[in-house]
């Protein structure tokens, strides 16, 4: 699947099969995560990959959409580091294109992902910092759930002439 395509049949998926997802594709997915660009090229983040079920399981009790961890093999916590942040106020934007980076990364590999936003709802992100003891610097920022797809989704088109301006408003 070459890049354009990639992009352009992403879905969230939240159903998956029971089977293992191999280390090498855990390790695809961070470098695709740190190969983001970053604001200064800050590189404010850093990713705890989660495979406890324990963990995974506990999650939905402050996170209203995260039933789906409990089908999920693995889930992949994207965080800020607020002492990494040479310029500040980016570091959320950089959190984002680096989350992305994992979702696209994952669809080309064959891997069915969904955003769990925590970021910046404040119970989910207390709730998070409490379940994995986060020091005070680093932001829970999203969650992407992993497994292999137990759903197809189509392609949706959602290009909209309207939204795109020539030279003028
Ligand atoms: C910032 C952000 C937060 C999101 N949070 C959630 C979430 O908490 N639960 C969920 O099921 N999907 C979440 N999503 C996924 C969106 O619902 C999804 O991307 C959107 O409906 C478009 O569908 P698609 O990803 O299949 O193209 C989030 C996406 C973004 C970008």
Same mark, same amino acid.
């Given at each position: 699947?070459?890049?354009?395509?990639?992009?352009? $049949? +992403? +879905?969230?998926?939240?159903?998956?099969?029971?089977?293992?997802?191999?280390?090498?594709?855990?390790q695809?997915?961070?470098?695709?995560?740190?190969?983001?660009?970053?604001?200064?090229?800050?590189?404010?983040? &850093?990713?705890?990959?989660?495979?406890?079920?324990?963990? @995974?399981?506990?999650?939905?009790?402050? &996170?209203?959409? #995260?039933? =789906?961890?409990?089908?999920?093999?693995?889930? =992949?916590?994207?965080?800020?580091?607020?002492d +990494?942040?040479?310029?500040?106020?980016?570091?959320m934007?950089?959190? #984002?294109?680096? $989350?992305?980076? =994992?979702?696209? #990364? #994952? &669809?080309?590999?064959?891997?069915?992902?969904?955003?769990?936003?925590?970021?910046?709802?404040?119970?989910?992100?207390?709730?998070m910092?409490?379940?994995?003891?986060?020091?005070s610097?680093? =932001?829970?920022?999203? @969650?992407?759930?992993?497994?292999?797809?137990?759903?197809v989704?189509?392609?949706?088109? +959602?290009?909209?002439k309207?939204?795109?301006?020539?030279?003028?408003?």
């Open positions: 699947m070459d890049a354009f395509e990639t992009i352009i $049949t +992403r +879905r969230s998926i939240r159903k998956y099969k029971k089977k293992v997802i191999p280390q090498e594709i855990v695809k997915l961070f470098q695709a995560a740190c190969q983001a660009p970053s604001a200064g090229n800050q590189q404010p983040w &850093h990713f705890v990959l989660l495979d406890d079920r324990k963990i @995974l399981n506990v999650i939905q009790t402050f &996170h209203p959409n #995260a039933k =789906i961890l409990t089908e999920a093999d693995k889930a =992949i916590l994207v965080c800020g580091d607020l +990494r942040e040479k310029l500040k106020g980016y570091w934007i950089d959190c #984002a294109a680096a $989350t992305e980076n =994992i979702l696209l #990364a #994952a &669809h080309s590999l064959g891997i069915g992902a969904c955003w769990l936003g925590l970021y910046p709802r404040e119970g989910r992100v207390a709730g910092r409490k379940l994995l003891h986060l020091p610097n680093i =932001i829970p920022f999203a @969650l992407v759930s992993l497994g292999y797809p137990g759903e989704k189509p392609k949706e088109d +959602r290009f909209n309207s939204r795109v301006h020539l030279n003028k408003w």
